[in-house]
């Protein structure tokens, strides 16, 4: 059974740190930044999982801020090895509807200008490019900054 539950601290961190290693194009959280990240006021992070055989693993997050109608994506990833099928879409899906019910109305995010898997899949939420930042990774890679409103 899969299920997207709200991330409030706890050893679950560790788990989202490493989908963070493995799916290398998430921001490098550690286990420690989630949890200060889930301390936030005005800060949500959602985490899809799948219980099977009375075990739960966590199987990707989006981690989102928002400050009245605003708000951004900081952070979000699926386990590679769980790609391509919808698992994003539905943890994005759930990220979105919840910004939405608070009352947000325009949602940024950052993504690099060489991930086109990436940039293809905002796409398809109808984010638009409205930025560019050069150099904007340690590699030096450029970000796209992305917009939506809602």
């Not at 398809?124 to 992305?146: H, M, P, S, T, W």
């Amino acid at each position: 059974m899969r299920e997207i539950i709200e991330f409030s601290g706890g050893n679950v961190a560790q788990a989202l740190a490493e989908i963070c290693t493995q799916a290398k194009t998430a921001a490098a959280w550690k286990a420690e930044d989630f949890q200060t990240e889930a301390g936030q006021k005005n800060s949500k992070i959602f985490i899809l999982t799948e219980t099977e055989n009375n075990k739960k693993t966590v199987l990707g997050f989006c981690a989102a801020r928002f400050v009245v109608d605003i708000a951004e994506i900081t952070n979000f990833a699926i386990l590679p090895q769980m790609q391509h099928q919808y698992l994003g879409t539905e943890i994005f899906t759930h990220t979105l509807n919840f910004l939405k019910a608070q009352g947000v109305k325009e949602i940024t995010l950052e993504v690099s200008s060489k991930n086109k898997t990436a940039q293809g899949f905002y796409k398809k939420f109808k984010f638009i490019c409205v930025n560019k930042r050069k150099n904007f990774y340690n590699i030096g890679e450029d970000a796209q900054i992305l917009k939506l409103n809602l």
